[in-house]
């Protein structure tokens, strides 16, 4: 079992950066055999996609809403995933959720805790 813990969430105003981190830890965990995702929740609202680092690869894919903000990238060394978030909008407030999956396609069996972002107006 991979554990996951984000960190890095907080209250920032419109147009402002943040970055968040997940780190991974457990089993033989390793970025050539997960998938990772970036999802998140606002309040009232159901998880939405926001972007996946496909295992064992560079490919990403990101949701619309973010394309051009938010970047993701991962520190192998270190077993961490990073989602950089620029010109940040209200509409960006959610708790923000890491995900791993073992499997190519499917649903993600591994989930963090959790990190809130809170973009102020």
Known sequence: QVQ???SGGGLVQTGDSL???CAASGGAF???LYTMAWFRQAPGKEREFVVVLRRNSYVTTYADSVKGRFTISRDNAKNTIYLQMNSLKPED???YYCAARRAATGAYDNW???TQVTVDS
């Open 4 to 6: 996951l813990v984000e």
């Open 30 to 32: 390793s970025f050539s």
């Open 19 to 21: 970055k968040l981190s």
């Open 93 to 95: 407030t959610a708790v």
């Open 112 to 114: 963090g805790q959790g």
